[in-house]
């Protein structure tokens, strides 16, 4: 019995460092996309592409050992509601990855035009979403939800920005209607780095449900309440 607990909790260790792979490769990611934005590199922005194949294999890795530790290894309670998170937490990280490669095609698509303007908010955006990767995802491997506080923080900056984003563009926009091409490319980049943070506060949700079989979806967590 006691080797038999040993082998799995190695298990689960191998199993924390692929998601941690995982979520450093999507930082990363993220992380490139928006500096193949800033540069207008079109050959930074193709690599995001070519990359986020591999973040869709080490969910499909994941997933399977996921599945194959709950069938195999029949684990406690905690164990269990650790492996269903995993399962849905690599999903996020997963939909993080397309996004950051949405990014990337956006500056594909604008890669032979001048940039309508010089990026500031998109890159304050992109620094944001990166951290709201590391903080869910220690988090998650550290089994304490306090330690994604900060995310509900860094929610509210990202939606500022993307709005202030919004508001500029449209401005820009309304002005110049030949502007359009170069603006709506930008509108959809800032939507796709708020999307990633919106990923983020799931895997927040589902920490706080794996500790404490606490349910705060959409948000409803003490943080937000006192907004």
């Given at each position: ?13 191998e199993?924390k460092?692929?998601?941690?792979r995982?979520?450093?490769?999507v ?17 930074l922005a ?11 294999r ?9 599945v194959?530790l ?7 309670a ?28 956006r ?15 998109i890159?304050?955006?992109?620094d944001?979403a ?40 449209m ?8 502007t ?9 980049v800032?939507?796709?780095?708020e ?13 706080v ?8 979806k ?10």
């Amino acid at each position: 019995m006691m080797e038999h607990k040993t082998t799995f909790d190695q298990e689960l260790s191998e199993l924390k460092e692929t998601i941690t792979r995982m979520g450093l490769m999507v930082q990363t990611l993220i992380t490139k996309a928006v500096d193949s934005l800033q540069k207008l590199d079109r050959r930074l922005a193709e690599a995001v592409v070519r990359e986020d194949d591999e973040i869709d294999r080490l969910e499909l890795i994941i997933d399977e050992k996921c599945v194959q530790l709950m069938a195999l290894r029949q684990p406690e309670a905690s164990d269990l509601r650790f492996l269903a998170t995993a399962i849905r937490i690599v999903n996020d990280l997963e939909r993080m990855g397309d996004l950051a490669e949405d990014v990337a095609e956006r500056t594909i698509e604008l890669a032979d035009k001048p940039l309508l303007k010089p990026l500031i908010d998109i890159p304050k955006m992109g620094d944001l979403a990166v951290q709201s990767v590391a903080l869910v995802l220690d988090a998650f491997i550290m089994g304490n939800p306090s330690r994604a506080n900060a995310i509900w923080v860094i929610e509210k900056e990202v939606d500022r920005l993307r709005d202030q984003v919004h508001d500029e563009l449209m401005g820009i926009m309304t002005q110049d209607a030949s502007t359009v091409t170069r603006a709506i490319p930008l509108l959809l980049v800032s939507r796709h780095l708020e999307r990633i943070v919106d990923h983020s506060t799931n895997i927040a949700e589902e920490v706080v449900y794996m500790i404490e079989a606490k349910v705060i979806k959409h948000g409803g967590n003490e943080q937000n309440d006192k907004k």
